[in-house]
Each structure stands twice: as C-alpha cells, then as structure tokens.
C-alpha cells in the first residue's frame, strides 16, 4: 500500500471519529436538554396548580353546590365565596369598621363585594345584591347602606383545594380538585403541614378572558385514580380573619341544646389584629 493510500485511509478514520464523537456529543447534550425540559415541565405545572389552588381556595372553603354554568350557580354559594375572598385578604379585612345593628359585624361596601365577585367569576355574571339567609359566612345584606355585614364569628373553613389534574380545551382549563377536610391536615415538623386524602374530587372549569381566568363550571366526578399528591406542603401564612358558624345541615339540625359541647358554644371570637 502506497504512502498516499495509508494517509488518506488514516484522514478518512481521523474524520469518521470526529463524526462519531459528534453524534456522541450531540446524544448526550439532546439527552442532558430532554432531562432539563422535563424537569421545568415538572416544575411548571407544580408552580401552576400552586397558582390554581390559591385562586381556589375561598371558592372550595364554602363547598358551594355544583353548576352548569356560573350563571346559574347559587346567588347565596356564589356571595359567600367573593366574602370568603375578601376575608383571606388579610390587609383588606382589617381595614373595616365595626357596625352594631341587628347583628354586628364588619361593614363592607357592596362595591368591594363586587370585586372580589368579579376576581372568581368574571365580569359577564352580574351580582344580585340581596339578602343572606343561608349563607356560609352567616353575611347579611343592609340596602340602605348598600353594604354587607360580616359577623366577628369563627369557624374551620370545610374544605381546601388540591389540583391533581389539568386539562386545556381552547379557553377552558378543567381541574380536577380534591376537597380536603379542613381539620384533617396534621402538623409534623419544620413548619410543615402533611396532606391527607381527600374526602371527594369535584371537577372545576375555569374560562380563560382578558383578566386571566374565572370559575365557569362546577361538577361532580367519581374519585378516579390521580397522582399521588406532595407529602408535605409549608404552613399556610394567609388564613381567614373572620368566619361564622357552619352552615346548618340536616345531621347537625337534628341535635338538641344538651348535645352541645361547651367548646361549641365558646368558638366566637374577635377579629385578629
């Protein structure tokens, strides 16, 4: 074999190794990038259902009864919730005077009602400012004042969201959301909380518009198989400020006064500073 033969043999083995090696170096980049998305996937949805969960949590505290369409949802769930709202933002609730009359409270405008309504469920559903009878919250509506009033009460919320599943169809995102009994969440260590299974799923809908999103829909679903959730999740910094006693429900309108406990009747409280 010829000197020329051997040296373009050994520059055509030089090149088929720089070819190999840069298919290897592009595998193991593509590899190392594929495992860099699925991690920021991860880590994006987590952050997102995070989102959604805070967004949901004075909706689920109530445990409104379901709906097609917001449009036709409970008047009184629907009120509850934009209070609800209003009373997890801490600096906002602090901010109202106490009113005496027939039942004493905090005085809030109806126009501040109005925004948090709007926050949860859009501009196009319209609030019909009117008397609470059977409210969550025990609010009651004063039309001369144009105002709600929200008495200095305190009870555990019933209910609070995990997002386990979601899914995007055009405009609409459809949640799956576990309810977890409030008093169920059990302290460990390091100021964090351990979650406990949900006590059922509801599918909520969401409706994209030009403020974000709002709750379209809200219906049953079978307690289907979903990703296990976070073990632990840190202490909440934002609670209600001021809530009322449980709405009354035919279990507990069957007791009689000597089935009270005296922990029950010593549950109010004043506003926190």
């Known amino acids: 074999m010829s000197k020329k033969k051997t040296k373009k043999k050994h520059i055509g083995s030089f090149l088929l190794g720089l070819i190999v090696t840069a298919f290897a170096i592009f595998g193991f980049v ?19 259902n995070a989102e959604y969960e805070e967004f949901l949590e004075p909706f689920v505290l109530i445990d409104p009864s379901p709906f097609d369409d917001v449009s036709t949802a409970d008047t009184v769930d629907l009120i509850d919730a934009a209070v609800s709202a209003l009373i997890l933002d801490s600096e906002k609730i602090n901010t109202y005077e106490v009113f005496e009359g027939e039942v004493t409270g905090l005085l809030v405008p109806q126009k501040d009602i ?95 518009d030009s403020d974000g999103y709002h709750i379209g829909s809200l219906s049953n679903t079978a307690m289907a198989e979903v990703a296990e959730p976070e073990k632990t999740v840190p202490v909440s910094t934002t609670a209600p400020v001021i809530v009322t006693t ?18 029950e009747t010593s549950e109010t409280s004043a506003v926190a500073g």
């Not at 109005?114 to 609470?132: D, I, R």
């Open 30 to 48: 593509k590899a190392v990038m594929l495992v860099a998305d699925k991690v920021m996937t991860v880590t994006n949805v987590s952050s997102k």
């Open 114 to 208: 109005e925004q948090y309504f709007a926050k949860l469920f859009g501009n196009e559903t319209v609030l019909s400012h009117t008397a609470v009878t059977d409210s969550f919250y025990g609010v009651v509506y004063n039309s001369e004042k144009k105002s709600y009033v929200i008495p200095i009460t305190s009870v555990d919320p019933l209910y609070t969201p995990k997002v386990y599943e979601a899914e995007k169809t055009g405009s609409s995102i459809t949640l799956t959301v576990g309810y977890i009994i409030g008093s169920e969440w059990a302290q460990i260590e390091n100021g964090q909380y351990t979650a406990p299974s949900p006590a059922k799923y509801m599918n909520i809908t969401l409706r994209e």
């Open 246 to 263: 449980e709405r009354v429900t035919d279990e507990s309108s069957s007791e009689t006064s000597e089935g009270h406990s005296e922990s």
